[in-house]
């Protein structure tokens, strides 16, 4: 398998938004409703649960799939795999299909995260569950989540391009919950309690 046609690949499959793709089916604009992002959360309060779950597992599946034939050909300490786990939250974030309007990446980067290591992505979603049953706002879970699997990755040791690797996407989805954070701090971010 050549490594620039994989993370092409990468970025490529991240490029496809199934959330806005499932909404515009069921005749809804995503980003007409709610927040407006084309995640699983929006699509949750647009469409119901299951289609929430549905966009998740998609979003999902494109950093577990690209990761793991990325550490399958390439083994998880190359460039490669840098690379392509970069490339499948970039083409979520900044989608060429979508005029670069994307997602921010939380599904796509703990579907990375379950190739690196299924351990820390199970404790790391069970995390997530946790602080939202506690605080039911899925953005204080997802970034605290985000946040533990860097912390969970260095101090189980692995290779540093892969710590590398977790830094830079934990910084991008800080940087695509921006508004989050600030109303988080404003105390006017939406729960699932209103």
């Known amino acids: 398998m050549d490594s620039l046609l994989l993370i092409l690949f990468a970025y490529l499959y991240g490029s496809v938004l199934f959330g806005e793709h499932i909404a515009k089916y069921k005749g809804i604009d995503i980003r007409a409703v709610g927040s407006g992002n084309v995640g699983a959360t929006n699509v949750g309060r647009a469409l119901g649960k299951k289609y929430a779950v549905a966009v998740f597992l998609l979003d999902f599946s494109k950093g577990l799939l690209t990761m793991f034939l990325a550490r399958l050909y390439f083994g998880l300490d190359s460039w490669t795999a840098f690379f392509v786990g970069l490339a499948s939250l970039l083409g979520h974030m900044y989608p060429i299909f979508h005029g670069f309007k994307g997602g921010k990446g939380v599904a796509t980067a703990f579907g990375t995260l379950t190739a690196v290591s299924p351990l820390i992505a199970v404790l790391c979603i069970a995390f997530w569950g946790l602080l ?63």
């Open 132 to 194: 939202f049953k506690w605080k039911s706002v899925v953005s204080i879970a997802s970034l605290s989540a985000s946040a533990l699997s860097l912390v969970l990755l260095l101090l189980t040791g692995y290779p540093p391009k892969t710590l590398l690797m977790a830094l830079i996407m934990l910084l991008l989805i800080l940087y695509r919950h921006r508004d989050n954070i600030r109303r988080l701090m404003e105390g006017t971010e939406l729960s699932f309690r209103q």
